[in-house]
């Protein structure tokens, strides 16, 4: 095992910005001085910026993968880059910043547990910034970059850059972030100042290069401390001796008597022994074991895939949820909710569409908005539906209770989809609650 | 104070949990098997996910009749070790009845489509899972991990669903189908990382053997029915290993001494290719070969 990498963690990472901040050449900037770009991709870069006419490859060109986007020169959907360095694996969701930012930013903040957000030096914080920075703490992404780029544009000016850091903290504030959730980062994409090598022109900033933060933040997010959810997947029962000829049989005990719940830890930690309850029946038990294919597990936290064993034969199934026993979700069949509007097509008034929520999907009928939020003045205003890209606060009211936590809280079961029946389409990503309660009525 | 979970693990978990929303919410789902070193780790994930019960989908195999023996033998143990159910899609059929003409290139990578959509419609297959990575190409780095294809397979990356959380919306009309990548967020490193920590046999040919090779494009092909070596193009013995399984004829070899897994493993973390550039000619056909190719209802 000489050559074995020894055991390294994941980031998940998102990038947001306006158009022109340089969010692409970031991008293909951390990919390139992590030697994560590799030389016949290099080689495209460099044939196809000639062909434009440039005179240094264009490191955008890395990363705008579709043809409409190379001949349009913009960046249409979320994608994903790999890297790695030997600290950390690194994935990125690079989310564009224009058309449908609310979609894009929406997509890559769900899983990220850090967000960089661009602003360009000569710009500051502008409207843009504002409504990206309000998606990301409405998403609740636990850790946030402000990346101040281009600053060879203005001379590395001191004064410059701080402004704009106090500017950005006020917002972050505002927007619910702790001051230590926040690092500002002085940088230029284009020339490589403070992305994965310190800059000799900012000798004002002591503060981590960009990829040193990345691989320095602590990656356990507020998951792992919350009380356990382990929404059920999949019922798994061999039904006979002769099943399961691909395992080591004699690590199951007796076959035909197994009986497990395969499911994906949402939240929490899971023991041998630990109480439990299955909601929303809501009757309560006992883990008996905490199972995988490798054999047994002492204790599962937020992440990993299992199966538990329960002491008691209970009725269970695809959408239930084991919970424990001593801090429950709130079984409820009328949800308070945030809902970003994914939709090509506006809300409409009393509309039945179906909610999926962590394993179930249900029918559910979708109130008139009572808000929605102007995410310029980052107040409340009076709204009658919901269009691609608004964010507003509904009261739905489901045709199953369901265990739902405050997405502030637990967010894995305190989200879902709103689903178009018909097409299938997905319209919009609910939040139970109210995330952004800090924002008032304007 | 929590640990994190190990980037392989985290990745492990997450294919596992991919493999059940499926099981849970597709009524007849089926895995492309190839024999490749991708989809072996697909095959291997699933019996992780399903132990100890046995996987509860059957295989597919897209033919292309340019295949190394090495790895047809290597798919059938798997299959019968494992008592799945294998379908065989052959292209060579489609040669002989007509239904599809040779390339004059001799590649059959692009013409495995249409068998893969048919055996789609006649087993009315409602998931299809593939051993697509993102980190492989970059009309692959814009793939959902669950993606909905048309009556006629095809992808639309401008129409693809939003896919938020882990929460995968595969809601799908009669007719339609949804492809499936559950090994969407590992990279070609954390494949070979995983198949050393794991265990996992592969076919012998992804380890350094000699073979007699020719020249063309700037790859080391093998010399196979598929045509080659042609006039000007000489057979040299050589010490090669393949990075990439595909159709024998535009899947090149590089040279390697790599004999072992952590030698295999030294070689990917030096390497200054990617796989898909060092090895496979169909997707040099253009700059957007691999979208083009994913468009018509391509894996």
């Known amino acids: 095992m000489s050559s074995a990498t020894p055991p390294r963690d994941l980031l998940r990472f998102a990038t947001a910005g306006s158009v022109d901040d340089g969010k692409s050449t970031l991008v293909g900037r951390l990919l390139y001085d992590t030697k994560s770009v590799l030389a016949d991709q290099i080689e495209a870069v460099q044939r196809a910026s000639v062909d434009k006419g440039l005179s240094t490859p264009d490191l955008s060109l890395l990363v705008d993968g579709l043809r409409a986007e190379r001949e349009q020169g913009i960046t249409i959907d979320v994608a994903y880059r790999y890297f790695s360095t030997p600290a950390r694996e690194f994935v990125l969701a690079d989310t564009p910043g224009h058309v449908q930012y609310t979609r894009n930013t929406v997509t890559g903040a769900s899983t990220a547990e850090l967000a960089v957000l661009l602003v360009d030096a000569r710009h500051g914080v502008v409207e843009q910034t504002r409504r990206h920075a309000t998606v990301l703490a409405l998403l609740r992404v636990p850790r946030l970059v402000l990346a101040i780029n281009k600053i060879d544009l203005v001379e590395f000016d001191e004064g410059l850059l701080r402004a704009i850091e106090k500017d950005f903290a006020g917002l972050a504030r505002s927007l619910g972030f702790a001051d230590d959730a926040v690092q500002t980062i002085p940088l230029s994409a284009l020339e490589g100042d403070n992305v994965v090598e310190r800059s000799a022109k900012t000798p004002w900033y002591e503060g981590p290069t960009l990829l040193g933060h990345l691989e320095s933040v602590p990656v356990v997010g507020p998951e792992a401390a919350a009380p356990f959810r382990l929404p059920v997947q999949y019922v798994i029962r061999p039904r006979s001796s002769t099943d399961g000829r691909s395992a080591d049989a004699s690590r199951w005990g007796p076959l035909h008597d197994y009986r497990g719940y395969a499911g994906r830890v949402a939240s929490g930690t899971v023991r041998p022994g630990d109480p439990v309850t299955v909601l929303p029946e809501g009757r309560s038990t006992t883990v008996t074991h905490v199972d995988t294919a490798d054999g047994p597990l002492d204790s599962a936290g937020a992440g990993r895939s299992i199966t538990v064993r329960l002491a008691d034969d209970i009725d269970l199934s695809r959408g239930d949820v084991i919970v424990a026993t001593d801090s429950q979700p709130t079984v409820t069949s009328e949800i308070e909710a945030t809902l970003c509007w994914l939709g090509d097509t506006p809300l409409r008034p009393n509309a039945r569409l179906l909610l999926k929520h962590g394993t179930r999907t249900t029918q559910v009928l979708v109130g008139v908005p009572q808000a929605r939020i102007d995410t310029e003045t980052l107040t409340e205003v009076d709204a009658e539906t919901l269009a691609l890209n608004d964010i507003g606060r509904v009261t739905l009211r489901t045709a199953d209770p369901l265990p739902v936590d405050d997405y502030a809280d637990i967010r894995a079961t305190g989200s879902f989809l709103l689903i178009d029946p018909p097409s299938g389409n997905t319209l919009a990503a609910g939040l139970v609650g109210n995330p952004l309660s800090i924002i008032t009525r304007g | ?299």
């Open chain 2, 1 to 299: 104070m929590t640990l994190a979970l190990d980037a392989l693990d985290a990745l492990e978990s997450e294919s596992i949990h991919i493999f059940r929303e499926v099981a849970g919410e597709f009524d007849r789902p089926v895995i492309l098997f190839s024999g490749g070193k991708d989809s072996t780790l697909l095959v291997h994930l699933a019996v992780k996910a399903f132990a100890p019960a046995p996987v509860p989908f059957p295989l597919l195999h897209v033919d292309t009749g340019h295949n190394f023996d090495e790895v047809i033998d290597f798919r059938d143990s798997i299959v019968e070790r494992l008592g799945l159910r294998l379908e065989v899609a052959k292209v060579q059929d489609y040669l002989d009845d007509g239904r599809l003409v040779e390339r004059a290139d001799g590649t059959r990578n692009p013409l495995q489509t249409q068998p893969l959509l048919d055996a789609i419609v006649e087993n009315r297959y409602d998931a299809v899972f593939g051993g697509g990575r993102r980190d492989e190409e970059r009309a692959r780095a814009k793939e959902r991990i669950m993606s909905l294809r048309d009556a006629f397979g095809r992808w639309d990356p401008r129409k693809q669903r939003p896919e938020l959380w882990d929460l995968y919306n595969g809601r799908h009309a009669p007719g339609e189908h949804v492809r499936v990548f559950p090994i969407s967020n590992w990279t070609e490193l954390d494949v070979w990382r995983y198949i050393q920590r794991e265990q996992i046999e592969l076919p012998s040919i992804y380890y350094s053997h000699e073979r007699e090779v020719y020249q063309r494009d700037g790859m080391w092909l093998a010399e196979g029915p598929w045509g080659g070596p042609r006039g000007g193009e000489t057979l040299r013995r050589l010490s090669v290993r393949y990075r990439t399984v595909g159709d024998g004829s535009c899947t090149g070899a590089v040279e390697s001494t790599a004999t072992t897994l952590d030698e295999i493993i030294a070689e990917v973390t030096a390497s200054r290719l990617t796989e898909r550039g060092a090895t496979r000619a169909d997707d040099r056909l253009s700059e957007a070969a691999m979208e083009d190719r994913k468009r018509e209802g391509y894996f």
